[in-house]
């Protein structure tokens, strides 16, 4: 049976809440994306903002709530009640029951446990409600937080991405990992 995308849900955990976008999230969304730290580790270019990329940007959460096939929600700091991030599930595969995920949090929500949590809820929700098969992302080998809280929810890397990055550094291999349903199920 197809994953129904439709519903937004609200995912409560002890440090985090994933919940759909609010208005009055955007300027710390904002914030977020133009952190250097999340550009990097993402492997974005850097943005010079304008208002056209306000604009779009504003629209594109705006509209994130009733989008038909990918859920995005934020990740909210239960410890203030603000927004510190968003997860992602997207590139939905019906044939298949598999999703693309990914997870950025803002300058403030690092470091103290929140990205194990959200990724733990979204993925748990991922298979017990959505009925996927397979979660997969890919990682930058420059990125080794981000790698131990995939494997601590139970990623495993299934291949290097030999140079998928030219960065100021040089260039950069990322590391496949994907997260099955049975592995899933065995860990809960
Ligand atoms: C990656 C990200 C989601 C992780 O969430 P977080 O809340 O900062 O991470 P947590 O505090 O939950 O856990 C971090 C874990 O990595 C470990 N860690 C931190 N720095 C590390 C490093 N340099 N090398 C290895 N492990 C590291 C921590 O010790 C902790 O593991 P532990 O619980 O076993 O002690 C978040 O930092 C983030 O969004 N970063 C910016 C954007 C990004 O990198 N997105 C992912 C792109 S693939």
């Given at each position: 049976?197809?994953a129904?995308?439709?519903?937004k849900?609200v995912?409560?955990?002890?440090?985090?809440?994933?919940?759909?976008?609010?208005?009055?999230?955007?300027?710390a969304?904002?914030?977020?994306?133009?952190?250097?730290?999340?550009?990097?580790?993402?492997?974005?270019r850097?943005?010079?903002?304008?208002?056209?990329?306000e604009?779009?940007?504003?629209?594109?959460y705006d509209?994130?709530g009733?989008?038909p096939?990918?859920?995005?929600?934020?990740v909210?700091?239960?410890a203030?009640g603000?927004?510190?991030?968003?997860?992602?599930?997207?590139?939905?595969?019906?044939?298949n029951a598999?999703?693309?995920?990914?997870?950025?949090?803002?300058?403030?929500?690092?470091?103290?446990?929140?990205?194990?949590?959200?990724v733990r809820?979204?993925?748990?929700y991922?298979?017990?409600?959505?009925g996927?098969?397979?979660?997969?992302?890919?990682v930058?080998?420059?990125?080794?937080?981000?790698?131990?809280?995939?494997?601590k929810?139970?990623?495993?890397?299934e291949g290097?991405l030999?140079?998928?990055?030219?960065?100021p550094d040089?260039?950069?291999d990322?590391t496949?990992?994907?997260?099955?349903?049975?592995?899933?199920?065995?860990?809960?």
């Amino acid at each position: 049976m197809a994953a129904d995308f439709s519903v937004k849900p609200v995912l409560t955990g002890d440090k985090v809440t994933l919940r759909p976008f609010a208005a009055d999230d955007f300027p710390a969304i904002r914030a977020a994306l133009l952190d250097p730290e999340v550009t990097r580790l993402t492997g974005s270019r850097p943005v010079a903002w304008d208002q056209a990329i306000e604009d779009r940007t504003r629209d594109w959460y705006d509209t994130r709530g009733a989008q038909p096939d990918r859920l995005d929600l934020a990740v909210e700091d239960r410890a203030t009640g603000r927004w510190a991030g968003e997860v992602v599930l997207n590139r939905y595969d019906p044939d298949n029951a598999a999703c693309n995920f990914r997870i950025m949090l803002g300058p403030g929500g690092r470091d103290r446990g929140l990205g194990t949590e959200a990724v733990r809820l979204i993925i748990g929700y991922g298979f017990a409600r959505l009925g996927l098969h397979r979660i997969a992302l890919e990682v930058y080998d420059f990125n080794p937080r981000a790698r131990r809280v995939y494997e601590k929810a139970g990623f495993v890397a299934e291949g290097v991405l030999r140079d998928a990055l030219r960065t100021p550094d040089g260039w950069a291999d990322a590391t496949a990992m994907a997260i099955l349903a049975p592995d899933w199920r065995a860990r809960s």
